[in-house]
């Protein structure tokens, strides 16, 4: 541990380890240390994920959110086979259950072919062919959406970077950094100090803490969503044979409820957001102090709660209300009892919001000299984590052109 890294990559979730592993693979034998502040990688975002390997038809045509999901559902599937970890092709249906959502499922139509994913507009009565317990005005069928467990392939990429020469550590936890013209000292918890050439942070929910120890401008708050699941009875889990999802609201950067296969053959329901009041609280009604404090405190969540305040007050009655989390669901899947779910872990979600209020939607990255900083890596950033890392790597090798 001696001596200055090339490269130090703080956060090793599924993008902080896909961009260790691509710096080594564009730059054979450099430093790189990988490494996270809990006792394991891919604890917190990564390790709560629903398993979807998105297609991408969500997003802004000409965004990065869409260039780098397209590619990377391609690549998660081909390094999933390399590493013996399970996929599936399981194919999503996007349910229209009224004349709104029948509208938006149009538009979502013409921007998949704008965006060059595979999509196909069935009507009611093919739907509940399809999918006998699932009804709706009509749907869109994405064959081309797929499953896997994401853990696994954190970890595959975490034994990448070590095959490759690079270092791992956890249990180091980052909490001052110091940038000069040639090097970065990263002071941590324990007292020790790490020395690298370039840093790039993929700190997830804590990223704006990072941007700020690192000296730049933080005009943004990284606000935590807790995204509550349930899991269908084993007796039920047979109840869809594809991923079934809602129509979205196009204002908001969630999904919605959804009906989820797993590749080890189960089915849960999932997630709602929750704004949370712990950026690390998996728990319902967990509290942080200084969480809190950064949720109350930023302007911009006045902002979001005068917005928002009608879905909020939604989400807030369904997380605390089963029978409002069911009706959500039966809306497509009317065959869903109450009985059939059982709760398990939630996940947080790190979502930027700016000063204005508005969530930041598509990647956004920060910079200075010598630090790269991943301030929002969205959901479908686990399909995406292949080509982000690769991208991270690139502007940490050559930030001149970044």
């Not at 704006?208 to 807790?226: M, Q």
Request: glycine share 12%; proline share 5%; hydrophobic share 40%.
């Amino acid at each position: 541990m001696e001596g200055v890294f090339d490269y130090v990559v703080v956060g090793g979730g599924i993008v902080g380890a896909s961009t260790a592993w691509h710096l080594l693979r564009k730059r054979p034998g450099a430093g790189v240390l990988l490494l996270d502040k809990e006792q394991a990688f891919g604890v917190h975002q990564t390790g709560h994920n629903s398993g979807v390997i998105h297609s991408g038809i969500y997003y802004e045509p000409g965004s990065l959110k869409a260039e780098m999901c397209r590619r990377g559902a391609r690549l998660t599937e081909e390094f999933a086979a390399a590493h013996g970890i399970p996929t599936r092709r399981t194919g999503k249906l996007l349910v229209a259950t009224d004349e709104r959502e029948v509208a938006g499922m149009h538009r979502l139509h013409e921007r998949a072919g704008i965006n060059g994913i595979e999509a196909e507009l069935v009507d009611a009565a093919e739907l509940a062919r399809r999918e006998p317990h699932v009804r709706g005005l009509g749907a869109l069928w994405l064959p081309g959406t797929g499953i896997t467990d994401f853990r696994l392939v954190n970890q595959a990429l975490a034994g990448e970077v070590e095959g490759l020469g690079g270092v791992l550590r956890t249990g180091i936890e980052v909490v001052g950094v110091v940038e000069g013209t040639d090097q970065v000292v990263l002071r941590t918890a324990a007292g020790e100090e790490l020395k690298t050439r370039r840093v790039v942070f993929c700190g997830g929910v804590q990223a704006d803490r990072l941007a700020r120890l690192a000296g730049l401008e933080v005009d943004f708050r990284i606000v935590p969503f807790r995204g509550e699941y349930y899991d269908v009875v084993p007796a039920r889990a047979d109840l869809v044979s594809t991923l079934i999802y809602p129509i979205p609201d196009p204002s908001l950067p969630f999904l919605g409820v959804h009906l989820t296969p797993t590749v080890d053959g189960g089915l849960n329901v999932g997630p709602n957001a929750v704004l949370g009041l712990a950026r690390e609280g998996y728990r319902k009604f967990s509290f942080q102090r200084r969480d809190a404090w950064d949720v109350v405190s930023f302007p911009g969540m006045y902002a979001v709660a005068r917005q928002h305040a009608r879905t909020g007050a939604r989400e807030l009655r369904n997380s605390l209300w089963k029978g409002g989390y069911l009706k959500a669901c039966q809306k497509y899947c009317p065959s869903l009892r109450a009985e059939d779910l059982t709760p398990r872990e939630a996940g947080i979600r790190a979502q930027a919001v700016l000063r204005d209020g508005s969530f930041v939607h598509d990647f956004l990255l920060r910079r200075t000299p010598r630090t790269l900083h991943v301030i929002n890596a969205p959901s479908p950033a686990a399909t995406s984590a292949l080509p982000i890392g690769e991208h991270l790597a690139r502007q940490a090798l050559d930030p001149a052109n970044a």
